[in-house]
């Protein structure tokens, strides 16, 4: 089975670990601008965030890359978006059906549709996308 979204590339990835050297020597210190700008120049498809601390826990630091998501769950059409929202909620495909009253066959078409239209691989990307809006979950006391 192929993987939804592309893998990246190894010259990114040796890029990326070079930088990330570079910032764990720096360790305690300031870490030097011309490092920090070469970080934000690596073709990533999303955001990096680079925990240094980690490293006294797990050997090394941990990264955390967040797809870019916000451009692509832009163009979905309203209806998208509102499913959207519900899966970022946690909500499975039957709870859709039932709270906007369709069909889970609808709910999952809608699903297909929104992965295909975004580029995101996932359910997961997609709420990972809508992060930083407030939750409707919260909202309705659940």
Do not use: C, F, W
């Amino acid at each position: 089975m192929r993987p939804r979204h592309p893998a990246l590339p190894h010259q990114t990835l040796r890029e990326l670990r070079d930088l990330v050297r570079a910032v764990v020597r720096q360790r305690h210190k300031v870490v030097p601008v011309k490092t920090l700008a070469a970080l934000g120049a690596a073709k990533l498809p999303g955001t990096v965030t680079i925990d240094v601390a980690a490293t006294d826990e797990l050997g090394m630091p941990l990264l955390v890359l967040s797809p870019r998501a916000s451009r692509a769950l832009a163009r979905l059409a309203p209806r998208e978006r509102e499913i959207a929202t519900l899966i970022a909620d946690g909500l499975v495909n039957k709870e859709i059906a039932d709270r906007l009253g369709l069909t889970v066959g609808t709910v999952k078409t809608y699903v297909h549709r929104i992965i295909k239209k975004s580029g995101l691989p996932n359910r997961a990307a997609i709420a990972a996308g809508l992060a930083g809006r407030p939750s409707r979950r919260s909202r309705r006391g659940a």
